[in-house]
């Protein structure tokens, strides 16, 4: 679940944890958090993840403050991404919880959110920021999506985790490649 959380966060970062408290509170005892986390699942909690994700996400939709959201979404990713894994993970000790907490939460928080952040800004220069908004509902949507599936379907959401990591370890490796060609020769 964590895993699955923590790729949702690379796409929004308050989301995926709004999507927890909320789902913890109503759920009660079938989602299970770490015993000193316990106060995801209130209603300040809650209402805080709430505020911020709206604040987000319609921050996303303002030309030029989408591309400076960019330049802090992937450390608050990381951040995001660290503590879903954390949170989730109950039967280890603390030391493990939080070191494959940031390796895996952080990692795949941060691999995510780099893409989209140059996906957002091949978008802004290639369409004037015009394509952005496709952009921005695309990762909302699947944050939200794979917030959900990683709270009903745990397991499927961490083989979406994986798939998306290896599809942007990938995407980096054409875009690095690419531009080291254009470098080369630019006239490519």
């Known amino acids: 679940m964590g895993v699955g959380l923590a790729a949702a966060s690379g ?9 927890l408290s909320l789902a913890t ?3 009660g005892n079938y989602i299970e958090i770490d015993q000193d986390l316990q106060w995801v699942g209130s209603w300040p909690a809650i209402i805080t993840l709430g505020i911020a994700m709206i604040i987000e996400i319609g921050a996303y939709y303002v030309p030029v403050i989408d591309n400076m959201l960019d ?18 993970l109950t039967e280890m000790n603390e030391v493990a919880t939080w070191a494959l907490a940031i390796i895996a939460g952080g990692g795949t928080a941060a691999a995510i959110s780099t893409t989209t952040a140059t996906a957002r800004a091949i978008s802004t220069t290639t369409t004037g920021g015009i394509g952005n908004f496709l952009v921005n509902t695309g990762e909302t949507l699947g944050s939200l999506f794979l917030s959900i599936i990683a709270i009903v379907i745990a397991p499927l959401a961490f083989i979406i985790a994986i798939i998306l990591v290896i599809t942007v370890i990938r995407v980096w490796k054409k875009v690095k490649k690419r ?10």
Request: charged share 10%; aromatic share 10%.
């Open 179 to 188: 531009a080291e060609i254009l470098l080369e020769n630019p006239n490519s």
């Open 71 to 88: 330049t802090i979404s992937v450390p608050l990713a990381a951040v995001a991404g660290t503590f879903a894994v954390g949170a989730t």
């Open 25 to 27: 509170k109503l759920t």
């Open 11 to 19: 796409f929004r970062v308050f989301l995926p944890l709004f999507i």
